[in-house]
């Protein structure tokens, strides 16, 4: 029997979801349906200036829009809470006291400007920019000038000096990090505040996590966290780094790169099945070329599954599972994505019949309300370039068309057969020409059913325009 994985999502509330964030957060919510486990929220809020509540709202309004619920976290609550860093500063504070007492973090004075000046000379002499301990014990009458001009120190962890680290990437498989380039790194800033490296990994430990999948950009962060929970005692999740996902220009998908987000994916129409089918293959292989529901791509999901190559963001194959999506939503959910507006010029006798032959060629609400216009409102609109290849396509042969409806088959054979034996015309110089008569566009849904749904006076009226 597999087992069980309690997963998390931890995003940090400065700006919407992108595909990427996304991308992490099914992976994790998916490893944890698969095992029968819970997946939580936890909101990394301790950046005072760039957080947001705003963007805290909006990250919780795309989540429940692709459907990824979880079991703990703001707004459900939980045993694990509370659910938002910026109120867990007590947690903190206890876990670092603890640190400092067995003599595994020590307070550090050397201000930003000393550090970067410190950096710099080891970078001049060849050597890795290392912190060295020297500032780790100051004298008491340096400390205390410091402090009375104002300056706090930020709390260090003291790593080994000597050794390696070793642990299983869930995807990369061994990793191996020599400590001696690891240095003492801060895990609380000068205006006590926890580092990330603290906070995310003490919280991983006490939410009891199993398992945290995150970003490859995370994998140098991974070897001090594991070295702060062993300090301290707490049990070590299962870390598995993800080939970044990159957009189509090369780079790496990013908030500050302006990389598209869930609402104007949202606002293009996309479904949120479309994006988590989509999402799910990203870096993953699946040998189901269906669209599944969060039930079937759980019982797929496997961390062996995932590459190590980078993934890239591909909008036509994105495309592709919105037109999958389209097709398995109800009437009910397509009447609701489309909005009621769109079907106000469809008879309501041919309301259904009308949403039938359309769903196969729609991608957006909009392109709804479009082929009702042209089938039964405004009509269709001709570019320069149609109306020309329509005039030169002559009258004889729009003629024959009419001559096939006047023949009282108010269908495309009818229509077709007449023209064919009139002007010899077949296949696409048949075909294309009918189309772009009656809708004015290149191509779209089933020329026959649509027929069908228009009045024979408005099919007339179409091709006698030509003739």
């Given at each position: 029997m597999p087992q069980v994985s309690r997963t998390r999502f931890a995003p940090s509330p400065t700006g919407r979801l992108h595909l990427g964030n996304v991308r992490t957060a099914l992976f994790n919510f998916l490893l944890a349906r698969a095992s029968g486990g819970d997946f939580l929220l936890r909101i990394e809020d301790t950046d005072a200036e760039r957080s947001d509540p705003a963007a805290e709202r909006l990250i919780l309004e795309d989540l429940r829009w692709l459907g990824l619920e979880w079991d703990e976290g703001p707004v459900a609550g939980g045993r694990s809470g509370p659910y938002r860093q910026?109120?867990?500063?007590?947690?903190?504070?206890?876990?670092?006291?603890?640190?400092?007492?067995?003599?595994?973090?020590?307070?550090?004075?050397?201000?930003d400007a000393e550090l970067k000046a410190f950096r710099r000379a080891r970078m001049a002499a060849g050597r890795p920019p290392v912190y060295d301990r020297q500032w780790a014990q100051l004298p008491e009458e340096e400390i205390r000038r410091r402090a009375a001009a104002g300056q706090a120190p930020v709390l260090r962890f003291r790593t080994p000096e000597t050794g390696r680290l070793e642990f299983d990437d869930s995807i990369r498989g061994p990793q191996v990090f020599g400590l001696a380039e690891i240095g003492d790194f801060v895990i609380?800033?000068?205006?006590?505040?926890?580092?990330?490296?603290?906070?995310?990994?003490?919280?991983?430990?006490?939410?009891?996590?199993?398992?945290?999948?995150?970003?490859e950009d995370h994998l140098s962060n991974t070897p001090r966290q594991i070295l702060l929970l062993k300090a301290l005692d707490l049990p070590v999740p299962r870390y598995g780094h993800l080939p970044l996902?990159?957009?189509?220009?090369?780079?790496?998908?990013?908030?500050?790169?302006?990389s598209a987000g869930m609402a104007e994916f949202r606002d293009a129409g996309l479904l949120p099945e479309a994006v988590?089918?989509?999402?799910?293959?990203?870096?993953?292989?699946?040998?189901?070329?269906?669209?599944?529901?969060?039930?079937?791509?759980?019982?797929?999901?496997?961390?062996?599954?995932?590459?190590?190559?980078?993934?890239?963001?591909?909008?036509?194959?994105?495309?592709?599972w919105q037109s999958l999506a389209v097709q398995a939503a109800s009437d009910a959910r397509i009447a609701e994505?489309?909005?009621?507006?769109?079907?106000?010029?469809?008879?309501?006798?041919?309301?259904?019949?009308?949403?039938?032959?359309?769903?196969?060629?729609?991608?957006?609400?909009?392109?709804?309300?479009?082929?009702?216009?042209?089938?039964?409102?405004?009509?269709?609109?001709?570019?320069?370039?149609?109306?020309?290849e329509l005039a030169a396509t002559g009258p004889a042969f729009f003629r024959a068309a009419l001559e096939g409806l006047a023949a009282g088959e108010h269908s495309l054979a009818a229509i077709s057969g007449a023209v064919k034996a009139s002007v010899g015309a077949k296949g696409r110089a048949l075909f294309r020409p009918?189309?772009?008569?009656?809708?004015?566009?290149?191509?779209?849904?089933e020329l026959a059913p649509m027929l069908e749904l228009l009045p024979e006076e408005t099919v007339r009226v179409r091709l006698a325009r030509w003739a």
């Open positions: 910026s109120e867990r500063a007590a947690v903190y504070g206890e876990y670092a006291q603890r640190l400092i007492e067995s003599g595994q973090a020590y307070p550090c004075w050397r201000t609380r800033r000068s205006d006590g505040t926890p580092s990330f490296f603290f906070s995310n990994a003490l919280d991983d430990a006490l939410m009891e996590m199993t398992d945290v999948l995150r970003g996902l990159m957009g189509e220009q090369g780079a790496p998908l990013s908030k500050r790169r302006g988590t089918n989509y999402a799910t293959r990203l870096g993953h292989a699946l040998e189901s070329v269906e669209q599944m529901d969060f039930g079937g791509l759980a019982a797929h999901f496997c961390l062996g599954k995932i590459g190590k190559a980078p993934a890239r963001y591909d909008p036509i194959q994105l495309e592709h994505w489309a909005g009621e507006a769109a079907f106000d010029q469809v008879p309501a006798e041919l309301r259904q019949r009308f949403l039938d032959w359309v769903r196969p060629n729609v991608h957006r609400p909009a392109d709804v309300a479009g082929w009702a216009a042209i089938l039964f409102g405004s009509g269709p609109e001709f570019t320069p370039e149609i109306e020309a009918l189309r772009l008569a009656l809708t004015g566009a290149e191509a779209g849904p």
